[in-house]
């Protein structure tokens, strides 16, 4: 196979989350609105979503924290062959033999940081979860679409993920990351983020498919000193279920990062939590759809290119090391 046909990718699908205490993640997980789909044993545990990924999360016992990758659908196993090939330190294609929805895969190593990153093909999609999800009409104060005596009427809970939109790390070369994600991926930068020289230090990656709308990023990376994940993102269904999951989480105790606001690039309402190990775990609502005719958008980073609305941007949110 040549090395210039690029793997493709579909979509982003699960993450894999190490923790030295299973029952304190069960329970986050839980309360952050993931449903238990398969425990394997009380050291491995898949969640999913309401949505149609057999799985969205799978958390694993582990002597301590640490992020176990990202993983994309590829559009055929002849995709993963191709990783196989081309990829320095791919492994061999291999089954998922205890995950929900089966498959196969294959796992590489970011060559800048060596986290893991993972190729699936093959899953079985699953039927969406029957759970309530409101739909009312909104009232406006010139258009009024909700009858009269037709309330708002909501139930507190978790806010339910229905899926994993994207995932993101600081890399210790932007450079060389960059041109390895674009020479082997059909990613595409929605945008790029300079630095007050004109360098180019973050990357907001979306999927080529055409003229199909796709999200706005399903990965990003930002250089820093140091490699770290920064966080998963995970969509709920709407505004009001967002918040009624933020005060759940911060009823039952938990730290908030940041939120709820609404992005600039993206555009989505963000929410950002600590979980009991110090990842950052996001739910999302109403993000952008582009698709390949979309050109990249170049901006200086800077406080407002991160948000239009919501509390200040805490320092813990883009430390430099």
Known sequence: MAESRKIQLVKITHVYYKYPDMEKAVTFLKD??????KRVSDEKIYFRGY???PWVLCAIKSDKPEFGGAAFVV????????ATETIPKATKIYDLEDAPGGGKGVT?????????????????????????????PVNYPTEKNRPAGKFQRFQKRPAPVHKLGHFGVRTTNFAKAYEFYCRHFNFLASDLIHDDKGIDR??????????????????????????????S????????????????????????CWGV?????????????????GFIMEHYVDGDLVTASEPTHRSQAGPGSLHVWGPAVPGEF????
């Open 202 to 231: 973050t990357v907001f990656y979306r999927l080529n498919k055409g003229d199909e709308p796709v999200d706005h990023h399903v990965f990003f990376f930002a250089e820093g000193g140091s490699y770290r994940v920064h966080h």
């Open 51 to 53: 949505g149609t990924d």
């Open 261 to 277: 606001g609404r992005h600039v690039l993206g555009s989505q309402i963000f929410d950002y939590w600590y979980d009991p190990f």
């Open 32 to 37: 952050f609105g993931f449903t238990e789909e």
């Open 108 to 136: 590489f190593y970011d060559p800048v940081d060596g986290f893991p990153m993972h190729l699936v093909w093959g899953q079985t999609p699953v039927p969406m979860l029957d759970i309530p999800l409101p739909h009312e």
């Open 233 to 256: 993102s995970f969509e709920t269904h709407d505004f009001d279920t967002q918040v009624l999951g933020h005060d759940w989480l911060r009823e039952k105790g938990y730290k908030n």
């Open 318 to 321: 883009l430390p430099a090391e």
């Open 75 to 82: 559009e055929s196993e002849e995709d993963l062959q191709l």
